[in-house]
Protein backbone atom coordinates (compact mmCIF):
# COMPACT_ATOMS: atom_id res chain seq x y z
CA UNK A 1 0.00 0.00 0.00
CA UNK A 2 1.09 3.52 -0.80
CA UNK A 3 1.91 5.77 2.30
CA UNK A 4 1.21 8.78 0.42
CA UNK A 5 -0.17 10.31 -2.99
CA UNK A 6 0.71 11.55 -6.15
CA UNK A 7 -1.24 14.79 -5.06
CA UNK A 8 0.62 15.64 -1.85
CA UNK A 9 4.16 14.78 -3.98
CA UNK A 10 2.89 17.30 -6.63
CA UNK A 11 1.85 19.94 -4.05
CA UNK A 12 5.37 19.68 -2.15
CA UNK A 13 7.20 20.20 -5.63
CA UNK A 14 4.72 23.00 -7.24
CA UNK A 15 3.91 20.43 -10.03
CA UNK A 16 1.16 21.50 -11.76
CA UNK A 17 1.54 19.32 -14.83
CA UNK A 18 1.52 15.39 -15.60
CA UNK A 19 5.38 14.48 -16.69
CA UNK A 20 6.71 13.29 -13.52
CA UNK A 21 3.53 11.52 -13.06
CA UNK A 22 4.69 8.14 -13.96
CA UNK A 23 8.70 8.56 -11.91
CA UNK A 24 6.40 9.91 -8.70
CA UNK A 25 4.48 6.75 -9.24
CA UNK A 26 7.58 4.83 -9.31
CA UNK A 27 9.09 6.35 -6.22
CA UNK A 28 6.15 6.29 -3.73
CA UNK A 29 5.80 2.81 -4.37
CA UNK A 30 9.23 1.82 -4.28
CA UNK A 31 9.53 4.31 -0.61
CA UNK A 32 6.53 2.76 1.09
CA UNK A 33 7.93 -1.07 0.09
CA UNK A 34 10.91 0.62 2.07
CA UNK A 35 8.51 1.96 4.87
CA UNK A 36 7.04 -1.38 5.58
CA UNK A 37 10.19 -3.23 5.89
CA UNK A 38 11.91 -0.84 8.06
CA UNK A 39 8.74 -0.67 10.28
CA UNK A 40 8.48 -4.71 10.54
CA UNK A 41 4.84 -4.40 10.20
CA UNK A 42 1.88 -4.98 7.61
CA UNK A 43 0.59 -1.50 6.86
CA UNK A 44 -2.32 -2.74 5.48
CA UNK A 45 -5.60 -3.40 7.40
CA UNK A 46 -6.32 -6.72 5.99
CA UNK A 47 -6.89 -10.82 6.98
CA UNK A 48 -3.68 -12.11 7.94
CA UNK A 49 -2.92 -15.74 8.78
CA UNK A 50 0.74 -16.54 10.82
CA UNK A 51 2.18 -19.29 12.22
CA UNK A 52 4.75 -18.72 15.70
CA UNK A 53 6.85 -21.17 16.80
CA UNK A 54 6.28 -21.57 20.71
CA UNK A 55 9.92 -21.87 22.43
CA UNK A 56 10.08 -23.68 25.56
CA UNK A 57 8.36 -21.30 28.32
CA UNK A 58 7.60 -18.84 25.81
CA UNK A 59 4.04 -16.70 26.07
CA UNK A 60 4.48 -13.93 24.11
CA UNK A 61 3.74 -13.73 20.55
CA UNK A 62 4.45 -10.41 18.66
CA UNK A 63 1.85 -10.24 15.53
CA UNK A 64 3.18 -8.25 12.36
CA UNK A 65 -0.50 -6.54 11.90
CA UNK A 66 -1.75 -4.11 14.22
CA UNK A 67 -3.07 -2.71 15.68
CA UNK A 68 -5.34 -5.80 15.56
CA UNK A 69 -9.18 -5.38 14.69
CA UNK A 70 -10.58 -9.10 15.40
CA UNK A 71 -9.16 -12.71 16.09
CA UNK A 72 -10.85 -15.21 13.64
CA UNK A 73 -8.86 -17.89 15.36
CA UNK A 74 -6.04 -19.34 17.61
CA UNK A 75 -5.13 -22.50 17.49
CA UNK A 76 -1.83 -24.76 19.23
CA UNK A 77 -0.55 -27.90 17.48
CA UNK A 78 2.72 -29.39 18.21
CA UNK A 79 3.70 -29.40 14.14
CA UNK A 80 3.70 -26.49 11.73
CA UNK A 81 1.01 -28.39 9.47
CA UNK A 82 -0.30 -30.69 12.19
CA UNK A 83 -4.14 -31.06 11.15
CA UNK A 84 -5.25 -31.77 14.42
CA UNK A 85 -5.10 -28.13 16.11
CA UNK A 86 -6.63 -27.54 19.65
CA UNK A 87 -8.16 -24.05 19.18
CA UNK A 88 -7.18 -21.48 22.34
CA UNK A 89 -9.83 -19.44 24.14
CA UNK A 90 -9.79 -15.62 24.98
CA UNK A 91 -9.11 -14.88 27.82
CA UNK A 92 -8.76 -18.42 29.34
CA UNK A 93 -5.69 -19.40 27.32
CA UNK A 94 -4.49 -15.85 25.87
CA UNK A 95 -5.20 -12.36 25.89
CA UNK A 96 -4.59 -9.68 23.48
CA UNK A 97 -3.51 -6.52 23.70
CA UNK A 98 -4.85 -5.26 20.37
CA UNK A 99 -3.06 -1.83 20.26
CA UNK A 100 0.14 -3.62 20.49
CA UNK A 101 -0.37 -6.88 18.74
CA UNK A 102 0.59 -8.87 21.00
CA UNK A 103 -0.58 -11.65 22.62
CA UNK A 104 -0.01 -13.48 26.15
CA UNK A 105 -0.38 -17.05 26.27
CA UNK A 106 -1.88 -18.05 29.25
CA UNK A 107 -1.19 -22.00 29.23
CA UNK A 108 1.85 -23.89 29.49
CA UNK A 109 2.67 -26.57 26.27
CA UNK A 110 4.74 -29.25 27.56
CA UNK A 111 8.24 -29.46 28.35
CA UNK A 112 9.13 -31.52 25.63
CA UNK A 113 6.77 -30.39 22.62
CA UNK A 114 6.38 -26.41 22.84
CA UNK A 115 4.80 -26.50 19.57
CA UNK A 116 3.21 -23.87 17.38
CA UNK A 117 0.40 -21.25 17.62
CA UNK A 118 -1.46 -20.60 14.26
CA UNK A 119 -2.87 -17.38 14.09
CA UNK A 120 -5.95 -15.97 11.66
CA UNK A 121 -6.65 -12.23 12.45
CA UNK A 122 -7.37 -9.16 10.76
CA UNK A 123 -5.64 -5.99 11.48
CA UNK A 124 -2.56 -3.38 10.36
CA UNK A 125 -2.27 -0.06 10.14
CA UNK A 126 -4.74 1.41 7.68
CA UNK A 127 -7.16 -0.10 5.03
CA UNK A 128 -6.13 2.81 2.33
CA UNK A 129 -3.69 5.64 1.83
CA UNK A 130 -6.54 8.03 3.10
CA UNK A 131 -7.08 6.22 6.08
CA UNK A 132 -3.31 5.97 6.69
CA UNK A 133 -2.26 9.59 6.11
CA UNK A 134 -4.92 10.83 8.87
CA UNK A 135 -4.09 8.24 11.20
CA UNK A 136 -0.19 8.40 10.79
CA UNK A 137 0.53 11.76 9.40
CA UNK A 138 4.43 11.82 10.69
CA UNK A 139 5.24 8.76 8.77
CA UNK A 140 3.38 10.37 5.70
CA UNK A 141 4.89 13.37 6.31
CA UNK A 142 8.71 11.24 6.24
CA UNK A 143 7.26 9.35 3.12
CA UNK A 144 6.69 12.69 1.34
CA UNK A 145 10.53 13.47 2.54
CA UNK A 146 11.86 10.87 1.12
CA UNK A 147 10.27 10.64 -2.38
CA UNK A 148 10.45 14.35 -2.81
CA UNK A 149 14.67 13.70 -1.78
CA UNK A 150 14.64 10.78 -4.38
CA UNK A 151 12.98 13.01 -6.97
CA UNK A 152 16.05 15.39 -6.49
CA UNK A 153 18.25 12.30 -6.45
CA UNK A 154 17.12 10.68 -9.30
CA UNK A 155 19.88 11.42 -11.80
CA UNK A 156 22.37 10.36 -8.90
CA UNK A 157 21.37 7.94 -6.69
CA UNK A 158 24.76 6.10 -6.10
CA UNK A 159 27.85 7.52 -4.87
CA UNK A 160 29.65 9.18 -8.18
CA UNK A 161 33.23 9.13 -7.93
CA UNK A 162 35.14 11.46 -10.86
CA UNK A 163 38.83 12.31 -11.16
CA UNK A 164 39.03 15.95 -13.07
CA UNK A 165 42.60 17.53 -13.16
CA UNK A 166 44.49 15.06 -10.10
CA UNK A 167 41.12 15.58 -8.30
CA UNK A 168 39.01 13.00 -7.36
CA UNK A 169 35.14 14.39 -5.81
CA UNK A 170 33.15 11.76 -4.29
CA UNK A 171 29.86 13.31 -5.31
CA UNK A 172 26.62 12.47 -3.59
CA UNK A 173 26.81 10.03 -1.25
CA UNK A 174 24.67 6.83 -1.57
CA UNK A 175 20.65 6.88 -1.89
CA UNK A 176 19.72 5.88 1.59
CA UNK A 177 16.83 6.73 4.14
CA UNK A 178 16.76 10.10 5.86
CA UNK A 179 18.25 10.48 9.08
CA UNK A 180 15.24 12.02 10.22
CA UNK A 181 12.94 9.42 8.04
CA UNK A 182 14.46 6.85 9.85
CA UNK A 183 14.12 8.68 13.37
CA UNK A 184 10.05 8.54 12.42
CA UNK A 185 9.94 5.32 11.52
CA UNK A 186 11.92 3.73 14.61
CA UNK A 187 8.68 5.67 16.89
CA UNK A 188 6.19 3.21 15.16
CA UNK A 189 8.89 0.28 14.07
CA UNK A 190 7.85 -3.56 15.45
CA UNK A 191 9.75 -4.18 18.41
CA UNK A 192 10.05 -8.06 19.46
CA UNK A 193 12.07 -8.79 22.63
Not at 70 to 78: E, G, K, R, V, W
Not at 95 to 100: G, H, V
Amino acid sequence: MDLTTKARIKALRGITNTDSDDLIDLLIAGVSARFEAVLGRHVLDDNYTETYEIVKAGKVIWLRAYPVDSIDSIAYTAEPNDGTASSLTADEEYYLDAEAGIIRLRFSPTPYDPGYVKITYNGGMAPNVTAFIANYPEIAAACDTQVTHEMNRRNSPGSNITTRDGKTDFGSPELNLLRGVREVLGTFARTVL
